[in-house]
Structures are given as C-alpha cells and as structure tokens.
C-alpha cells in the first residue's frame, strides 16, 4: 500500500479542525504542531499570511483516500476566511508501523511542481535563514520550534558545539527557485560553523490554497 504525508498550515488552534475534517474522510489521525508565519504583511506567501501563530498539521493517509481527503479539507476551509491556509503533499518513501519487522514502501512517479525546504538551525537564526530565502525568490515560511537530540558526549566526538534548541524553517517554493534559496541559505554567516544547521528538499505535489474564495 502506498502512502502520503498530508502537510497543511493553518491559523492557530484550528489545526484540531483540520484533523476532524480529515477523519470523517478516512483518515486514521494526525499530528498538530505550534509554528510562526514569517511572511510580510505585503507578500502573498505560500506559507504565512503575515507574522502570526500557526498550526502545523500533519496526516499520513493511503494513497487511494488522497483525494477524498484533500477534497474535504477544502471543502471545510470555504466557511473559513480567505487566506485561511494552505495544504500540500508528500511522498512517503517507507513506512514502519510500529511492531512491524518490515517497512513498506512507496512508489514516487508523480511530478512534483513544488519543492519544500526544511531548514534546522540553532535557535533564533531561523529569521536569518528567511530573509536570505526572500533574496533569492521565496516568499515566506513557517517556523517551528523544535530541540536537538544529541548528547553531550556527542560534541566531543564530533568537534561541534550542541545547542538543544532549534528552529525548523518551512519553505515551499516552485522548482526552479529551489536551487537558488538554498544556495543563498548556505552563505550565511551564521551557517559557516560545522554542525551549526542542515538544510534538505523534499517534493510537494497537490499544493491547494485553503479558505474562502
């Protein structure tokens, strides 16, 4: 069985919603997590609509609801504002259940238009990761507080200085803007020191934007 990641951003506290919808279309359950938009109030970004509060909703669903279940997100979204959110998928290489001894995976044929970028850095260089993505084309991102899992005895071994906070930066760009947000990302001051961030693509088809029309 094939799988999809179901990635949508939406104002906070509505990401409850966003996984009840998805329910009552099949899907098993979710995952919410606290994020902070970072586009200008002035720029229509794939992302954010201005600096605000976010949901970061994650649904891992089969491939054969995919549909059902983007339809329905939509749907609800409509009674929403415009600009209420936005919603993409992924593709899920491998899946392992837990207590399974073998993954399954997934076939990947579908052309993706899009490209999200995840960028990990120390805490409080997200902003800057931002901006030098703007310089290269990307209209906004999505910022999500997150912490390291190394161990102190880590560091030794690997020369880098361990700093447990982190933020995850969240861009989605068209393709062929990826190539030069990463290479404006790279150039920071604040990336030059080993172990200091990591950044990686991952395909997003069935970019749809969510709310009112």
């Given at each position: 069985?094939?799988?999809?990641?179901?990635?949508?951003i939406?104002?906070?506290?509505?990401?409850?919603?966003?996984?009840?919808?998805?329910?009552?279309?099949?899907?098993?359950?979710?995952?919410?997590?606290?994020?902070?938009?970072?586009?200008?109030?002035?720029?229509?970004s794939?992302?954010?609509?201005?600096?605000?509060?976010?949901?970061?909703?994650?649904?891992?669903?089969?491939?054969?609801?995919?549909?059902?279940v983007?339809?329905?997100?939509?749907?609800?979204?409509?009674?929403?504002?415009?600009?209420?959110?936005?919603?993409?998928?992924?593709?899920?290489?491998?899946?392992?259940?837990?207590?399974?001894e073998?993954?399954?995976?997934?076939?990947?044929?579908?052309?993706?238009?899009?490209?999200?970028?995840?960028?990990?850095?120390?805490?409080?260089?997200a902003?800057?990761?931002m901006?030098?993505?703007?310089?290269?084309?990307?209209?906004?991102?999505?910022?999500?507080?997150?912490?390291?899992?190394?161990?102190?005895?880590?560091?030794?071994?690997?020369?880098?200085?361990?700093?447990?906070?982190?933020?995850?930066?969240?861009?989605?760009?068209?393709?062929?803007?990826?190539?030069?947000?990463?290479?404006?990302?790279?150039?920071?001051?604040?990336?030059?020191?080993?172990?200091?961030?990591?950044?990686?693509?991952?395909?997003?088809?069935?970019?749809?934007l969510?709310?009112?029309?």
């Amino acid at each position: 069985m094939s799988y999809k990641l179901i990635f949508s951003i939406v104002p906070h506290n509505q990401g409850d919603e966003i996984v009840k919808a998805a329910h009552t279309a099949g899907a098993g359950g979710g995952t919410v997590l606290m994020g902070m938009g970072t586009a200008s109030n002035n720029i229509l970004s794939l992302l954010g609509f201005g600096n605000a509060g976010k949901d970061v909703v994650l649904i891992l669903v089969p491939e054969e609801i995919k549909i059902g279940v983007l339809e329905t997100l939509v749907e609800v979204s409509k009674q929403k504002k415009k600009h209420y959110g936005v919603v993409w998928t992924v593709d899920v290489s491998k899946l392992i259940k837990c207590g399974s001894e073998m993954g399954e995976k997934n076939q990947m044929n579908e052309k993706a238009d899009y490209q999200m970028i995840s960028i990990i850095v120390n805490k409080g260089y997200a902003e800057d990761a931002m901006a030098a993505a703007r310089t290269a084309g990307a209209g906004g991102g999505t910022i999500i507080n997150a912490r390291g899992t190394a161990k102190e005895g880590d560091a030794k071994f690997f020369g880098m200085e361990i700093v447990p906070e982190k933020d995850l930066l969240v861009i989605l760009v068209p393709n062929e803007q990826c190539d030069a947000v990463i290479e404006a990302v790279k150039k920071l001051p604040c990336l030059q020191t080993p172990g200091s961030g990591i950044t990686f693509c991952s395909s997003a088809h069935d970019f749809t934007l969510l709310g009112s029309k």
